[in-house]
């Protein structure tokens, strides 16, 4: 069965610069999630869409925008990069809005040198 | 804010053993609750949902339970195998929002 696609899998910034993180969520599935997993930690929401206009915030920094597409996919923007920004970008999609399953990508390691 | 824990953080067990993984919350109003299954460094798997109107789900040797009222839910893995050993996550979702609000797991390791 198809799952999220996310891409790059992984991806080494210097501080200061810029990131665009791609999301390709499951075939008919119509929100998605992005989550930030720092070293140790638990995932934290930063954002989801349902049918490509925001649905939740979370901890998202103002430095980091997102979007979702008219074919779905999202892109998360991350900007001025910190080294507190290194960790796992996970996006996760469901069908049926906000009451199904959430099914998470591989997850995008992002390293800020 | 809802406040997710989960108990033990580890655990080993031996091969063939049924276990139980913890979950608690502190806010009752929540819409479902899924449980996850990590590998290092991996993504997240998901292994069961349970809606807020239910007690149970069943997936194979996996039994996940909830108790909305008293805040609690609990992972029952019967005879465990080496391949079971990961990280188990628990995650709810709130009645007014879409995000999930994860406890910090348990790591579970499996000995033959």
């Known amino acids: 069965a198809a799952g999220v696609i996310q891409s790059p899998r992984h991806l080494i910034k210097e501080k200061r610069e810029t990131a665009t993180l791609k999301c390709y969520p499951i075939?008919?599935?119509?929100?998605v999630y992005w989550y930030q997993q720092g070293p140790g930690q638990d995932p934290q929401f930063l954002i989801s869409?349902?049918?490509?206009?925001?649905?939740d915030k979370g901890s998202i920094p103002d430095r980091f925008s997102a979007q979702q597409f008219s074919d779905y996919h999202s892109e998360l923007n991350m900007s001025s990069l910190e080294l507190g920004d290194s960790a796992l970008y996970f996006c996760a999609s469901s069908g049926q809005g906000r009451t199904d399953t959430q099914y998470f990508g591989p997850g995008t390691r992002l390293t800020v040198l | 804010k809802q406040e997710v824990t989960q108990i033990p953080a580890a655990l080993s067990v031996p091969e063939g053993e049924n276990l139980v993984l913890n979950c608690s919350f502190t806010?009752?109003?929540?819409?479902?609750l899924q449980w996850f299954r990590q590998d290092p460094g991996k993504g997240l798997t998901s292994l069961l949902l349970i809606q807020s109107s239910q007690r149970e789900q069943t997936s194979g040797r996996l039994n996940a339970s909830l108790d909305k009222s008293s805040g609690r839910s609990t992972l029952y893995i019967a005879a465990s195998q080496p391949g079971d050993s990961a990280t188990y996550l628990c995650a709810t979702r709130s009645n007014s929002g879409y995000a999930l609000n994860f406890g910090k797991g348990t790591s579970l390791l499996v000995t033959p």
């Open positions: 869409f349902y049918e490509k206009m925001q649905s």
């Open positions: 806010d009752s109003a929540i819409y479902n």
């Open positions: 075939p008919r599935h119509d929100t």
